[in-house]
């Protein structure tokens, strides 16, 4: 686990990244926001008032912003006509809100938050102005998979509840471009509960059609399905179920066939396989955003503005 972090404080470094940690009236915030610049590595902004926060943070009050009229400006040319220049005005109020235009106008480069908001609170904002990326439809929620030297990615284990098959071929493509970024050389496993063929139904034929999808979306990629979970990591399965796969029971990409199996997947490898899960990881924007749960430790902030950061250079 330190190795990874290790890796992306190298790769960061000299990167010149920062990230808007909105909820400055957190103290746990408050305490990652200080490592974060005492490490010099990533260059935290916390919304806030600087009477209330340590002085050798980067601190931006909403109240006294000097810039917040083209703030206004920028959120109702985004929205299009659905919100007015008050309207604006008053969303710009809530620190999500603003934070995500920091992000969108380019005056940051990324957003961690959800330690004192719900994850439509934090979610919301990013959907409606940073929006997804040209071609992805809608975003998905990843998760690394860290247990001593191995790394796998899960997706989507948080966003989609019902995916389809083009939901299931973006969330393939995505997933790809987060493995890159936290060291993985992706080999994609879509899962279901057939092996190529094995069993037939409309389930099955969803995973089917979304491998063929995929594999035209990322051709250079070894990407394989339909996939049992065990023909997917286990060399010896694979090789009796499915001999001709380009995947051979080595696979380190999961894309799970709905939310509600990648949910309860990533949770039994986290509880009892002793994996570490890492995110959310919200894929598919165009700038990172990510969400932590309200639980979370100082620890988990930290963490994951390295995660979102990483996200800034791929």
Known sequence: MADLFQELKDKLRNANISIVLPEGTDERIIEAALKLQEEGIIKPVVIGTSQSLPKN??????????????????????????????????????????????????????????????????????????????????????????????????????????????????????????????????????????????AQSEETEKVVKATEMAKKLAPNVAIEGELQFDASIVPAIAAKKAPEAVVQGDANVFVFPSLEAGNIGYKIAERLGGFEAIGPILQGLNAPVNDLSRGCSAEDVYKLAYITAAQVLN
């Open 57 to 198: 943070l980067t601190v931006i009050d909403p109240e006294t912003y000097e810039e917040i009229d083209e703030l206004v400006q920028a959120l109702v040319e985004r929205r299009k006509g659905k919100v007015t220049q008050d309207e604006a005005r008053e969303l710009l109020k809530d620190v999500n809100y603003f934070g995500t235009m920091l992000v969108y106008t380019k005056r940051a480069n990324g957003l961690v938050s959800g330690a004192a908001h719900t994850t439509a609170e934090t979610v919301r904002p990013a959907l409606q102005i940073i929006k997804t990326k040209p071609g992805i439809s809608k975003t998905s929620g990843a998760f690394i998979m860290v247990k001593d030297d191995l790394r796998y990615v899960f997706a989507d284990c948080a966003i989609t509840i019902a995916p389809t098959s083009e939901d299931l071929a973006e969330i393939a493509v995505e997933s790809v471009k987060t493995a890159a970024a936290f060291g993985i050389k992706p080999k994609v496993a879509m899962l279901s509960f057939s092996t190529k063929g094995s």
